[in-house]
């Protein structure tokens, strides 16, 4: 769906691929992103603090495709209407509700922005990633907060992994 479509794609990508908050990702401006470093610049975060997180590469595709696209819009926001001006959550709220409409997503279960934190947050823990890694990555003050993104562990899932750990003998 052109310009627009590739915009969401990209936004959509990026929130999966850096666990950025909507806002956050929406607050992004050009000036912010460091394509190289796989890393952006948030001066408006949660906690109030500024930081600096990243993105794995596995967004780039996405994220340069809307950009090349991007480069002929007026504005400073890395997600812009075609007229420059920033994108409301509202909208992208609702695309994201539509879209998940179209890939036969069920209607039961809830398509949130938020939940492509959590399920970075899942995939990272996956992938061998530690909980103070997600953190920072998620943005976290503290691990705690962070726990709740990574809850779903089972308890076999914990005897499992026991058994590959090895301890000091007795």
Not at 49 to 66: E, F, I, K, V
Not at 93 to 104: E, I, N, P, S, V
Request: glycine share 8%; with cysteine.
């Amino acid at each position: 769906h052109g310009v627009t479509g590739a915009r969401h794609r990209a936004l959509f990508t990026l929130l999966l691929k850096s666990g950025l908050r909507l806002n956050e990702a929406l607050g992004l401006e050009m000036k912010d992103l460091s394509l190289a470093e796989h890393s952006m610049r948030l001066p408006n975060t949660k906690s109030g603090l500024a930081q600096t997180r990243g993105w794995h590469p596995d967004a780039d595709p996405t994220l340069h495709a809307w950009l090349k696209l991007r480069a002929g819009l007026p504005g400073t926001h890395v997600f812009c209407t075609t007229k420059g001006t920033p994108v409301l959550d509202t909208n992208v709220r609702d695309a994201l509700r539509l879209a998940a409409k179209h890939a036969g997503i069920s209607h039961r279960v809830r398509a949130h922005c938020h939940s492509l934190r959590h399920t970075f947050a899942s995939d990272l823990e996956a992938g061998g990633a530690s909980l103070l890694t997600i953190s920072r990555l998620l943005g976290h003050e503290s691990i705690v907060t962070t726990a709740v993104y990574v809850r779903h562990l089972t308890n076999a899932d914990a005897i499992n992994a026991l058994q590959s750990i090895e301890l000091p003998s007795v």
